[in-house]
């Protein structure tokens, strides 16, 4: 790994746009769920965006700390960042579920809920999940976990290999990887796709720590000149996630191998005026809560308002729902998330456990 790069390297450019994708994510989830057309029908492309900022900041992060934490102590770090939230929202759509089971004495097993319960907020798949609960998906009481299960996976393999020779580790995943989803499609969420997931994250992650390097060994001026690429990119981005159509499997494809990446790129060379900055910053550290707390905050004002109501009123719900989704995260965030992994951080210090310095693009 390189080693000239500063750990606290900050990109508020990249927060910005990592806060769109979340809101993009959520539109296209509200899309499938509510019966909606139109909303934001390639948002989900999003996560190819997440897995490569993942790689390319954790490559920043982490790339002077080779040599001084371990396997245990890095998967320890990304567990702090990582697992409060997971916890909650595991927490929410399980109480959810409880709710609903007794209100409607429905087919729902109490020792099946709590076994979904323990297993999402431990981030472990739950195969062959019964679709009482959410099955198929591996993550029934919140569907989007998936990612992030997909998201340690990857950390922890960059980990363990990171004495080797990383450019050629990451150009042979991405290779392997990215002939994978092309043969065989994206996929992960389900226990049908599991498999496709590693593919899904490996190639795009695989490529984030490629970007890292190449940004490395690239001396030159460029900032103009990206400047006016991450805003031409940030553009086409917002038009292939809200244009009114599923994108074809080559576009898809384009977008996760090319576009993607070269917008995570050129962002980390994109100077913003201070208001840019506030504004991208406050979306950046939105966006994990957001992206967390989404599938769990949908179900409880859907199904409360169903139930006064009797009737589904997408009008009504997807501006409620959003609203909801942006309050609640931003609540989670203040009250729960932050000091949760403040306190984290601490007891782990205390434990005389390496702590890494405060990065705010960690990915979601």
């Not at 709590?114 to 198929?136: D, E, H, Q």
Request: net charge positive.
């Amino acid at each position: 790994m390189a080693s000239n790069q500063r750990s606290t390297a900050h990109y508020p450019a990249l927060d910005g746009i990592r806060g769109v994708a979340a809101v993009s994510v959520v539109l296209f989830h509200l899309e499938r769920w509510l019966g909606v057309p139109g909303l934001a029908a390639n948002g989900n492309l999003s996560v190819d965006m997440f897995f490569t900022l993942s790689g390319f900041v954790l490559a920043v992060a982490y790339s002077q700390r080779v040599h001084s934490m371990n396997l245990r102590e890095f998967l320890l770090m990304r567990a702090v960042r990582l697992m409060p939230m997971i916890v909650l929202a595991t927490i929410i759509s399980g109480a959810y579920l409880l709710l609903k089971a007794f209100w409607q004495t429905n087919d729902i097993m109490y020792s099946t809920l709590l076994f979904a319960v323990l297993t999402g907020a431990m981030n472990v798949p739950f195969f062959n999940a019964p679709s009482s609960i959410g099955g198929p998906q591996l993550f029934p009481l919140n569907g989007p976990q998936f990612s992030l299960f997909l998201e340690v996976v990857a950390n922890a393999v960059w980990w363990a290999v990171r004495f080797g020779p990383q450019i050629s580790i990451a150009v042979a995943t991405f290779v392997v990887s990215a002939a994978c989803v092309i043969v065989y499609g994206i996929g992960g969420d389900t226990t049908e796709t599991f498999w496709l997931g590693l593919a899904h994250v490996g190639s795009s992650f695989s490529l984030g720590v490629l970007i890292f390097h190449l940004d490395r060994a690239i001396s030159m001026e460029r900032h103009r000149v990206f400047s006016v690429l991450f805003w031409c990119l940030t553009a086409l981005m917002l038009v292939l996630f809200y244009i009114p159509l599923e994108a074809a499997f080559s576009l898809k494809l384009l977008w996760k191998f090319a576009l993607a990446p070269a917008l995570v790129w050129t962002g980390a060379s994109v100077n913003l005026n201070p208001i840019q900055t506030r504004v991208s910053r406050y979306l950046g550290d939105l966006s994990y809560p957001i992206y967390a707390l989404h599938y769990p905050i949908f179900c409880w004002v859907n199904g409360v308002l169903q139930a006064v109501t009797g009737t589904k009123s997408p009008a009504v719900e997807v501006p409620l729902i959003v609203l909801a989704v942006i309050v609640g995260s931003h609540i989670a965030l203040q009250l729960f998330d932050k000091p949760s992994r403040q306190f984290l951080a601490k007891y782990i210090r205390s434990r005389r456990v390496q702590a890494p310095s405060t990065v705010s693009n960690a990915e979601l």
